[in-house]
T-cell receptor, first 111, second 113 residues
Framework: QKEVEQNSGPLSVPEGAIASLNCTYS??????FFWYRQYSGKSPELIMS????GDKEDGRFTAQLNKASQYVSLLIRDSQPSDSATYLC???????????FGAGTQVVVTP | DVKVTQSSRYLVKRTGEKVFLECVQD?????MFWYRQDPGLGLRLIYF???????EKGDIPEGYSVSREKKERFSLILESASTNQTSMYLC????????????FGQGTRLTVV
């Protein structure tokens, strides 16, 4: 079983709709969770981090964390064509800086 | 802005060659990482380093070694390149122990023929 799991997609979303991305992780003691966005041919860039249960909002992005269910999600509201990218879920399993990544979910926003 | 620079964008090497991938960061970060990215597998950690001359194995260290002689530079070495090491290699850095955000370089697309 992979440590961080995501649906690979592609997730097709009409422009203006909400994109919902899901991620599950296996290490129950993980404390820090991140969403990275990666455009085709580019390197990943951090868009959201979340550390406690509940929701965290930043502009059009909302991250949701449920540690009991070992589940983290990302919502993208009012999706734009510029949101078309691969979204990587990352988990920091211990106090050190290393991250465990999921395989990523490709999002395609259609005009 | 943090800048993480990888020495090459594209490399083509022959099977059995010794290959060096170089990464330099300019923000005095303590932590540096090497990942490889393959379709369907995501980013997998090869090696990481928390300080000069310190290195730790990641999830897939076989066939690789690393060197960190200076704080700003972290090198990934393929001792004898094989075709299954054809991949995108990403270097990253983060500020310190416990630091959260990792900054990535632009990636090196390595093809071993």
């Amino acid at each position: 079983q992979k440590e961080v799991e995501q649906n690979s997609g592609p997730l097709s979303v009409p422009e203006g709709a909400i994109a919902s991305l899901n991620c599950t992780y296996s290490d129950r003691v993980s404390q820090s969770f991140f969403w990275y966005r990666q455009y085709s041919g580019k390197s990943p860039e951090l868009i959201m981090s979340i550390y406690s249960n509940g929701d965290k909002e930043d502009g059009r992005f909302t991250a949701q964390l449920n540690k009991a269910s070992q589940y983290v999600s990302l919502l993208i509201r009012d999706s734009q064509p510029s949101d078309s990218a691969t979204y990587l879920c990352a988990v920091k399993p211990d106090s050190w800086g290393k991250l465990q990544f999921g395989a990523g979910t490709q999002v395609v926003v259609t005009p | 802005d943090v800048k993480v620079t990888q020495s090459s964008r594209y490399l083509v090497k022959r099977t059995g060659e010794k290959v060096f991938l170089e990464c330099v960061q300019d923000m005095d970060h303590e932590n540096m990482f090497w990942y490889r990215q393959d379709p369907g597998l995501g980013l997998r950690l090869i090696y990481f380093s928390y300080d000069v001359k310190m290195k730790e194995k990641g999830d897939i260290p076989e066939g690789y070694s690393v060197s960190r002689e200076k704080k700003e530079r972290f090198s990934l070495i393929l001792e004898s390149a094989s075709t299954n090491q054809t991949s995108m290699y990403l270097c990253a850095s983060s500020l310190s122990w416990g630091s959260t955000e990792a900054f990535f370089g632009q990636g090196t697309r390595l093809t071993v023929v």
